[in-house]
């Protein structure tokens, strides 16, 4: 009898291509701390560049599409469970716009994570 177990890997690749467009608001948040207007305004044509990139990346990679991924159930619902309540805790001690970025690298960091760990559909 055939074993349809997959072993559990972390795909780093997928992780960073997943979660690209979270990593590309920090530099904006680091580099215009005073203008989060500004910050956003640059961020959203960023992603809109990326998104356009990364539709015609997907069209050449099948495996990149989030349609065509299995996630590691125990692993997603721990990342998940440890990310919410990680960030109710920072968004009750919110006192600085540190606190902010704080945040959002707490965020970008578990769904790296929660996404590293999923694997091709077979």
Same mark, same amino acid.
């Given at each position: 009898?055939?074993?349809n ?5 972390f #795909?780093?690749?997928?992780g $960073?291509? /997943?979660?690209?467009?979270?990593? /590309?608001f ?9 203008s989060?207007? *500004?910050a $956003? /305004?640059?961020?959203?044509i ?6 356009m ?6 069209k050449?990679? #099948? /495996?990149y599409?989030?349609?065509?991924? #299995? ?7 721990t990342?998940s ?6 960030? $109710?805790i *920072? ?8 606190n902010?970025? $704080? *945040? ?10 929660? #996404?590293g760990?999923?694997s091709?559909?077979?």
């Amino acid at each position: 009898m055939k074993n349809n177990r997959k072993k559990v890997t972390f #795909d780093w690749k997928y992780g $960073l291509y /997943a979660n690209i467009y979270f990593l /590309a608001f920090v530099p904006m948040l680091l580099f215009f701390k005073n203008s989060i207007s *500004l910050a $956003l /305004a640059i961020s959203i044509i960023l992603i809109l560049f990326l998104l356009m990139f990364f539709h015609l990346f997907e069209k050449k990679h #099948d /495996a990149y599409k989030s349609k065509n991924r #299995d996630y590691f159930k125990s692993a997603y619902i721990t990342c998940s469970v440890f990310f919410a309540v990680g960030e $109710l805790i *920072l968004i009750f001690n919110y006192q600085t716009s540190q606190n902010l970025l $704080l *945040l959002f690298i707490y965020g970008i960091f578990w769904v790296f994570i929660r #996404d590293g760990f999923s694997s091709e559909k077979l």
